[in-house]
């Protein structure tokens, strides 16, 4: 029989097991320990030399090897070929393939959208728009709206960036400063945004719709932002700001269109593809020479730029389902229930320590693979375990995992944001970060949120259920 064909998985409790861990800490030494040595030898965005989607391999041929804890399952016949079987059924789980066509269709609009000027046309109109005092604060909200839009903070870097090291250089403002509001306004719209990978994955993985997630995301990141709007309109005037290009306000409208469908509710599927389309219209319209055959191959290219997070995302999830198998996350929420269920522990002291418990599980992975989507598809798993088990409403840890990630990428030294953002103002990564207020800031709000509960979700059958099975 082929290792790969279909046998019926066994009845099978996992046993808490803390050695089925240790595939995740193969990979995470193999991630961590390659980027370490790369930056020792001077080589420039050392952790993004060895792709996620390569250092996994080892992981998973680890998990395969290991044997399950429940020794009557271990001892049946066909034990490769089982725990093969359990690694397909996790990497083609319904949550995963969902995540994967989202990821497609995500790059797909982002793809059109910036290829017919709309990214250009974002950035120049919002720089007409903001009085020459209001550089800093400007500068902040402008990333913001980009990457709500664009769902990648990355882009928005990249596309803002230059501007504001150009204002740095003909004014003598700090360039940390601006960098620093440039950086915090792309983490802001990345942890909003409705086709953002952190977005997507954060909601897929705790089963929650991506309108609630977004809800409750808002109301904790909104003061945040606010603060950091006043942090840099009373850091100083940042003089002239450089003279906004031309633009063309309606490639601006697929953006617009994506963020008031998807705020409207819109399935999601069709929120991207009524995107995509809207914006290839756009080009062929307006756009000289853009013709659907352009269209077409704009399509693939945003479709090819998803290939490593897609690929990730079913290995990971293939990854994560052997680990729960073989008790991996057995073991790790008999160790959050021994903290949340002390004597004398009031049921929202519980739901308080598995908040705080999801909150650091996805900031430590951060900080180990300096890549906020990858943190958070590697914990939301175990998160989601974690928050049925305790009473956690799934809206709140979709939105923890998400507020989190980004607030230790943003901070990260190492972190592909702040290195990009240093390396187009010619300064250090280190006072990028330290300027980037909103994720100092978002952190506080976190915390604060974990402590007081606050905000709520609306009751409903499915955060019922949570509390059901936390009793």
Known sequence: MSPTSHVATPPHQPVPNSLALLPLGLFLALFIG??????????????????????????????????????????????????????????????????CVIYLLAGGFASVA???????????????????RLVLPGLFVISAFVATAMGTSMGTIAAVGPIAAGVAAQTGTDAALLMGAVVGGAMFGDNLSMISDTTIAATRTQGCDMRDKFRMNFAIALPAALLAVAVFWLA???????????????TVLPYVAI???ALSGMNVFAVLFAGIVLAGGVGMAVVDGYTPLRFAQDI?????????????????????????????????????RRFTDRPGRQNGAATRTAEAGISGLVAVADLCT??????IILTGGMAREI?????????????????????????????????????IAGISPV?????????????????????????????????????????
């Open 34 to 99: 390659a980027g370490l040595a790369l930056g020792a030898a001077g080589t420039e965005m050392a952790f993004y030399q060895l792709s996620p989607t390569v250092a996994i391999l080892p992981a998973i041929a680890l998990a395969l090897v290991l044997r399950e804890k429940d020794l009557a399952t271990a001892a049946r016949p066909g034990g490769l070929t089982r725990r093969v079987n359990v690694f397909l059924s996790g990497a083609g789980e319904i949550n995963i393939i969902t995540m």
């Open 114 to 132: 910036s290829a017919i000027g709309g990214v250009e046309s974002t950035v120049n109109l919002g720089l007409s728009l903001v009085p020459q």
């Open 236 to 250: 100083g005037d940042a003089g002239r700001a450089a003279a906004p290009g031309g633009y063309r306000v309606v």
């Open 259 to 261: 963020l008031v469908m």
């Open 300 to 336: 693939y290219k945003g479709f090819t730029g998803m290939h490593e997070i897609l690929v990730l995302s079913m290995l990971m999830g293939g990854l994560g389902e052997l680990i729960r198998y073989q008790g991996g996350v057995a073991w790790l929420l008999a160790a959050v």
């Open 370 to 375: 300096a890549n906020n989507t990858v943190a």
């Open 387 to 423: 928050a049925a088990t305790s009473g956690v409403d799934p809206r709140r840890s979709a939105s923890l995992l998400d507020i989190f990630s980004c607030v230790v990428q943003g901070v990260a030294p190492h972190a592909a944001q702040v290195l990009l953002a240093g390396s």
């Open 431 to 471: 006072a990028v970060l330290s300027a980037n207020y909103y994720c100092l800031l978002l952190g506080v709000a976190g915390g604060l949120a974990i402590l007081t509960g606050l905000p709520r979700a609306p009751r409903t059958a499915a955060s019922e259920g949570a509390q059901a099975r936390s009793v």
